[in-house]
């Protein structure tokens, strides 16, 4: 006859070794549930999950239940590294195997993948080829202009040239956005879209970063479709990196932002009165954006944070008089050549963002960095002022040098164009202007 006090000092026992002693699908610390019918043990927030597949798996909390001693044999037997030899004995390299704060979509789909459809035994080629494939298509549910709009889009990455490519409808043969791999990411966000399965997708495009919302209803689709964009991505970065290892390319492939939130901004001489700006922090592109709110398609324009070997620091500041008269902790962000001042409304929002930004602050700044930091418009301005700025517009106005400090004692004239600003026809129209 099975002990109950007993059998759960063994299953007790088991849980602190090596391996088991984090939850077999998300990480968590001191999973006290277990799976008796696949012989791991999970958190509370994973056994929920596993309830969801009955077929396939049973839950007992390891503390509270009951366990017959077949079930306690079975789980000395297996365990959370065994098992993990078996059901993830063949993930991708590139696939997001997720962590107990990553969003449930993700969590769910996991959970699922491994043990309902066992796409990770080696039994079922079908549906890692998938990620493989040279076009990978699927239907999402994009964000309008109208921010309450969202409307049924057809996306396709490709493998070939390495691009995400987005058409309006089905027959279409002219993409509305043809997308790079070289600086896309994307990540979950279903608070901030107001969906469980919402997911961003950031890019640059003439010096801005460009975001995309989708989501679509059903699961298995949408982290089919983000883990196809991670697969695409990482053939891309071993084609740019051939020499490199899989590990040291795998943090690439795709980041969620740093931190994110509401601060109020003043402008370049302080004495502009402070505005309400969403804000977005990259620890890989190094770059503080700003935009109007959370769900707009174009930054304002953004701050690129370099090292504390490179003149950055942060720290806190005193409150300042702002707009609301609510935002009153005060950080202060100094660059070689500009003093930024931002204000939150908590001291523990304060505290979030000081930390974030000590972050980025404390890594060493790589030849990537250097690149990412300067484009067209940095050039330019750079050029004029011989430094390089901080924050970069859209364009600079025309400038022109004058002969007599060039090489060829003849005038030279700058005319700096932006796509998000210009039309087509009025960059054609400066070209045109060129006397050869």
């Not at 517009?393 to 700096?416: F, G, N, Q, S």
């Not at 998000?420 to 009025?426: I, K, R, V």
Request: net charge neutral; with cysteine; hydrophobic share 35%.
């Amino acid at each position: 006859m099975a002990s109950h006090s007993r059998n759960n000092k063994i299953l007790l026992d088991l849980v602190q070794q090596p391996g088991n002693n984090l939850c077999a699908d998300c990480a968590a610390s001191e999973p006290d549930w277990a799976s008796y019918t696949l012989g791991v043990f999970v958190c509370l927030n994973c056994s929920g999950l596993h309830r969801n597949l009955s077929a396939v798996s049973k839950v007992k909390s390891i503390r509270l239940d009951f366990w017959d001693d077949s079930l306690v044999q079975f789980m000395q037997e297996r365990g959370n590294s065994s098992a993990r030899a078996i059901f993830e004995k063949c993930v991708p390299a590139f696939y997001y195997r997720p962590n107990h704060d990553d969003c449930m979509v993700l969590k769910e789909q996991w959970v699922r993948a491994k043990y309902e459809r066992r796409e990770f035994t080696g039994e079922q080629n079908e549906f890692l080829q998938t990620y493989t494939l040279d076009l990978f298509v699927s239907t999402l549910w994009k964000k309008g202009k109208d921010k309450k709009q969202y409307l049924r889009r057809i996306f396709q990455l490709s493998q070939k040239d390495f691009t995400l490519r987005y058409f309006t409808k089905e027959d279409s043969k002219v993409a509305k956005t043809v997308i790079s791999m070289k600086d896309l990411n994307a990540y979950f966000q279903p608070e901030k879209i107001g969906h469980a399965h919402g997911l961003q997708i950031s890019y640059l495009e003439d010096e801005r970063t460009r975001n995309l919302f989708v989501y679509h209803e059903n699961g298995q689709v949408i982290v089919a479709f983000f883990n196809a964009i991670r697969a695409t991505r990482f053939a891309y970065l071993l084609k740019k990196h051939p020499t490199l290892q899989h590990s040291d390319l795998i943090h690439q492939i795709t980041k969620h932002s740093l931190k994110e939130g509401y601060m109020e901004k003043t402008g370049p001489t302080q004495r502009e009165p402070f505005k309400k700006r969403w804000f977005t922090l990259c620890s890989v592109t190094r770059k503080l954006l700003y935009f109007k709110s959370p769900l707009d398609a174009t930054d304002l324009g953004s701050v690129f944070i370099g090292s504390q070997d490179h003149g950055y620091t942060v720290s806190e500041s005193s409150g300042r008089c702002t707009r609301s008269g609510r935002w009153h902790c005060g950080i202060t962000l100094e660059t070689p050549s500009r003093q930024f001042v931002f204000m939150c409304e908590q001291e523990q929002e304060r505290r979030e963002w000081l930390e974030a930004f000590g972050k980025v602050i404390s890594q060493p700044m790589t030849p990537e960095d250097y690149a990412t930091k300067v484009g067209k418009t940095s050039l330019i301005m750079s050029l004029v002022s011989e430094e390089f700025p901080d924050v970069v517009p859209y364009r600079v106005e025309e400038i022109t040098i004058p002969a007599d400090v060039t090489p060829e004692r003849v005038p030279t004239h700058i005319v700096d164009y932006s796509e998000a600003e210009q039309t087509d026809e009025q960059l054609f129209q400066e070209i045109s202007k060129v006397s050869w």
